[in-house]
């Protein structure tokens, strides 16, 4: 049921060790045949240092353009460029003409392409296939960084020869460029998998061959683009789709979408959450509000694992869980997984619990969804002592937006909130599901989405907030509340002193 490191052949070698061979993989033209061997790969130049000997692809942009970083990344030490075609205005024509008679002269290759995106994913590609490594696939609409860190984690990490696409670099760029900067020496491989349209899952699939895929919900998250949830199911589908007879499905099993992707695979399915229906099943997730952890326990095989989570939120169980199952397939030890669970950590902005002049602030502003945004006012309601919200916008849930925020707003006035800040006019909806729920008008307080609304916001809180109150703080990447997180840690650090 489970495939031993023992049988996985490790990472190692060079990508290329000629311009030549580097431009047969990539289908680029060949201006400069260098001579120096290729491993790795970045599309930034200030990335380079870090890994020397690395292509680095040089990609036209609006605000930023590669190309004009040619030379830089020969000074940091890449072995080979990557030039996309595209407008050269004469800045760029003095670039690319200096970086090819520099890389000339110190036996870097360089390479010519009309479609950058396309040839990096033929070098991944052609780079996996020399490697039969354990890959896991995540996919969802909501958690997948989150149950990809856990997964990671649980694993054994690094020490386990384990590595993960880092941060969210989960697109055609990000996935790519992952794979290719696999650590020597890697066994396993954790591949988080996002989507705006439909295909693109079933890309990312084609180069990293997963065997394992997780898929942790199904929410309106990119409907703006994506279309309907028919069309992100049929998308994020796309994984369990990709996955061989031999491999296994692991589905969320309290989401109804997600539980009906088991149609459409033919590896075998396991299904992960608090449903008595799970083969993974979630038996409890209690809080610890004075440590800001979650204790999880997972029934597994007949058996109780028990987690201490150090994660603040109920929801995070199920990527507890996901990674237990992923660990048992893998033939790690559940219990030694479970221990190495207790020392997670996600980056910022994601659930951070942090206590600033004795008031607790959820800081969720990494990201939002309708699910995530009612998991996150879970973990507020059962909170001691007062509560607040400071929500702003969920973007891209196209037709589904204006429902969406009603609803979480309604949600809202159900959390036993002494107040409501609203950031922003396109999270109007909250503020409005909230007042129509039954919440005082006096309670809710809208706000521009801004550096004058932040302060605002923080100023009205520092003056409300005493010690043992907690604050969420939650919405999409575009509202920037990381900012308003900055105003009120600052104003509540000076109301301390």
Request: hydrophobic content about 45%; aromatic content about 4%.
């Amino acid at each position: 049921m489970s495939v031993a490191a023992d049988h996985l052949s490790r990472v190692s070698g060079h990508l290329a060790t000629t311009g030549a061979e580097l431009a047969s993989i990539a289908g680029a033209d060949l201006l400069v045949d260098g001579s120096l061997s290729v491993r790795g790969a970045s599309v930034d130049s200030r990335n380079l240092a870090e890994r020397p000997g690395a292509l680095f692809l040089a990609l036209p942009g609006v605000h930023t353009d590669g190309r004009l970083f040619l030379n830089a990344a020969i000074n940091a030490g890449a072995h080979a460029l990557i030039i996309e075609d595209g407008l050269e205005v004469e800045t760029v024509c003095r670039e690319i003409q200096s970086a090819h008679a520099r890389a000339t002269e110190l036996g870097v290759s360089v390479l010519r392409t009309a479609d950058g995106p396309r040839a990096l994913a033929r070098l991944a590609a052609h780079w996996r296939a020399r490697f039969d490594i354990e890959v896991v696939g995540v996919t969802g609409s909501v958690g997948k960084t989150t149950t990809k860190e856990a997964i990671r984690v649980a694993l054994g990490g690094e020490p386990a020869h384990v590595a993960a696409t880092p941060g969210n670099a989960n697109n055609e760029i990000g996935l790519p460029l992952a794979l290719l900067n696999m650590p020597e020496h890697t066994e396993r491989f954790v591949a988080e998998m996002g989507m705006y349209v439909g295909g693109e899952i079933r890309s990312l699939c084609t180069l990293a061959k997963p065997r394992i895929g997780v898929v942790t919900a199904i929410d309106a998250v990119h409907a703006e683009r994506a279309g309907d949830l028919d069309a992100i199911e049929a998308a994020k589908g796309e994984l369990v789709e990709e996955l061989p007879s031999d491999g296994y499905a692991l589905l969320a099993a309290d989401d109804p979408r997600v539980v009906r992707l088991r149609g459409r695979t033919a590896a075998r399915v396991i299904l992960v959450g608090s449903a008595s229906t799970s083969d993974i099943r979630i038996v409890s997730a209690e809080l610890d509000h004075v440590n800001a952890r979650t204790e999880v326990t997972l029934a597994v095989a007949g058996e109780k694992i028990a987690i201490d989570l150090p994660l603040y939120g109920t929801h995070f169980a199920r990527a507890a869980a996901f990674a237990i199952g992923v660990a048992q397939l893998c033939g790690v030890d559940v219990h030694l997984a479970s221990a190495r669970l207790s020392a997670l950590e996600l980056p910022g902005g994601r659930s951070s619990l942090h206590t600033v002049g004795g008031v607790r602030l959820i800081d969720d502003s990494y990201n939002a969804a309708p699910s995530s945004m009612r998991a996150a006012l879970a973990t507020l309601a059962t909170t001691r002592g007062a509560r607040f919200a400071a929500l702003g916008a969920m973007g891209e849930l196209g037709s589904y937006s204006a429902e969406a925020h009603l609803a979480i707003g309604r949600t809202a006035a159900e959390s036993g909130l002494s107040a409501l800040l609203v950031f922003g006019s396109e999270a109007d909806g909250i503020a409005e599901g909230a007042r129509g729920a039954g919440m005082s008008v006096d309670q809710i307080v809208r706000l521009s989405a801004d550096a004058h609304g932040f302060a605002a916001g923080a100023g009205l809180l520092a003056d409300r907030v005493r010690t043992g109150d907690t604050v969420l703080i939650k919405a999409s990447r575009s509202v920037a509340l990381e900012r308003f997180v900055a105003a009120l840690r600052e104003r509540l650090e000076g109301a301390r002193e």
